[in-house]
Structures are given as C-alpha cells and as structure tokens.
C-alpha cells in the first residue's frame, strides 16, 4: 500500500464584635461593615480569575493565529515546505507510518544540511509523485545508494510491506524526523480550512479586542466619575469652607457690633455722669453767688433808734 502523507502547510471567616453605632434614624455595625468588605473582596477575586483564564486563552487563540499566518502565508524554505527557526510543521494524512506515527499527527522535522549523514532508518520527509500528484510523504530509509555526485534513498513506510515504487533525489529531500505532537495535525489541518480559521482563531481574536475595548471604556468611565466625584467633592468642600468663613465673618461682625453698642453705652453712660456733674457744680456756684450777693439787714433795736 502507498503512503500518500499528504502534508499541509501548518499555519477567614471570624466572628466580629457586633459594635453598634447609633445614628439618628439607623443603626450601623461594624460586623455588617465587615461583611460587605468581605463580599466585595471576593467578587474582586472572582473577577480577577475571569479575566485571567479569558485573557489567557484569548492569548492562545492569538498565538496559534500568528502561527499559522506565518507558516501560511510568510515563510517558505526548504523546497517550499512552511519553516519555522528552521523546524518543519507538518501533518500526517495516513498510517503508513503506524505504530511509529499516527495518522492526524504533527510531527516536527528539522532541516538537513548535509544529505551524508542520513542513516538507514532514518525517518525523513521528501517530495514524490503518488497517482500523478507532487505531494510530501514521511516514510523510513530502507538502503542509501551513492550517485556519485548525489545519493539516492529508498525508503518505506513501517506498516508498509513493500518499499516505495520511486526512489528519492537528495535534492528532493526536505527534512529529518525529530518528534510528534500526537492528534494536533488534526487541529492544523482544520485551522487551513475557512471554517475552522473563523471558529478558532478569527472569532476569539476579536472577541479579545471587543473585550479589551470594553475593558478600556470601562476604566474610561470608572476614570471620569472618580474625576467627577473629586471635583464635586472639591466643589462641596469650598461651598462648606466658604459657608463657614462667611459665618466666621458674621460672627466677627456680631461681636464687634456687640462691642461697639457696648461702648456707645458705656460713653452714653460717662457722657452722662459728667453733663450730671457739671450740672451740680453749676448749681453750687450759683448758690455760692447768690449768698455773697445778699445785702445786710437793719435789726429790731436798731430800727428804734
């Protein structure tokens, strides 16, 4: 049976002290206070661990879109074979490799630089012709013959009985077998089909940007209304402290008021007392006048005489 691997490009809870703080029209607690702290720690957290594993897979998604764009569409070396730091992504079609590779597996070959030091049983990748199609096939060296300028290899696949009916250039040679990432070949070929590219890398890629979009508006707003609030509260600040320097104002204009009708009274009152005073001394001297003023007067015996 032939082996058309046919690869694709691979694009604490405690108890708190129940404190009760009268108010005028409730009563708050310290144990409630600590409660909602509590809840809202955990909601915190919670979200904290959404956005992680979200961002975390959407970061995946992102990754594998790289990939794939790169290996698909950017870099080709290696007769054309999609080469990423000089590793060949590739994806097994078939089991003529089975029980060593599995059909629907990835398998990672790197590049080989000197064709003279391939070894029988050697896994390699080559370029071939299967029913009139130049495909890729991964398949074991069977025997190395010397070309003189050019070795030629026969190779076979393990669950193969015979060897394959065409030989292989070296300059048909692509790259040496490392390792295989079992089932992802599968995930690769369907991620080169629209449908699949759509599904798992288009939609979660933009659905990161909406969701980071969202984040940013979000934080946006949270950033105006923090800034609203200080205003305000800046605002009511210098309302209170204006408030206040007018009553201090007032205050001050009361107690001078005060102090001057105090005054008044007590210059009234001094007034007064002197007007009462320089009355009296006015009066006495005017007796004091009226007395030495007086003419003598003739007595009885006198008057006989």
């Known amino acids: 049976m032939k082996n058309k691997q046919k690869t694709k490009n691979t694009k604490p809870e405690t108890e708190l002290e129940q404190t009760s703080v009268a108010t005028d029209e409730n009563t708050v607690t310290k144990g409630d206070t600590a409660e909602i702290v509590v809840e809202d720690t955990g909601s915190k957290k919670s979200n904290k661990v959404i956005n992680t594993v979200i961002n975390v897979v959407l970061i995946v998604a992102i990754v594998i879109a790289a990939i794939c764009t790169y290996v698909s569409f950017v870099t080709t070396s290696g007769n ?3 080469s990423i730091f000089g590793l060949r992504l590739l994806s097994i079609q078939t089991d003529s490799m089975y029980p ?13 630089d000197d064709p003279a030091e391939l070894r029988k049983n050697d896994v390699i990748t080559f370029w071939t012709v299967i029913n009139g199609e130049r495909v890729l096939n991964t398949h074991r060296i069977e025997n190395i013959y ?7 290899f026969e190779t076979k696949g393990d669950a193969n009985k015979q060897v394959d009916p065409l030989t292989v250039h070296e300059s048909e040679l692509v790259g040496k077998y490392k390792f295989r990432i079992p089932g ?5 070929d369907y991620l080169q089909e629209t449908e699949g590219f759509l599904l798992i890398v288009v939609i979660p890629v933009l659905i990161f940007f909406i969701y ?5 508006f979000r934080v946006l707003f949270e950033y105006q209304n923090i800034k609203n609030r200080i205003k305000f509260e800046q605002e009511q ?7 206040k320097e007018k ?6 204009e009361a107690e001078r008021a005060a102090i001057e009708a105090e005054l008044r009274e007590k210059l009234k009152a001094e007034l007064l007392e002197s007007m009462k005073a320089e009355a009296e001394a006015e009066k006495a001297k005017l007796s004091e006048s009226d007395v030495a003023t007086e003419p003598p007067t003739v007595s009885d015996e006198n008057k006989e005489d």
């Open 212 to 216: 980071h979009l969202i984040q940013f």
């Open 247 to 252: 009553e201090a104002v007032a205050s001050k």
């Open 100 to 112: 060593a590779i599995h059909s629907g597996d990835l398998i990672i070959d790197t590049a080989i």
């Open 146 to 152: 010397n070309g003189g300028d050019y070795l030629i």
């Open 80 to 82: 054309g074979v999609p």
């Open 184 to 188: 992802v070949g599968k995930v690769f």
């Open 237 to 243: 600040n210098q309302r209170e402290d204006d408030a």
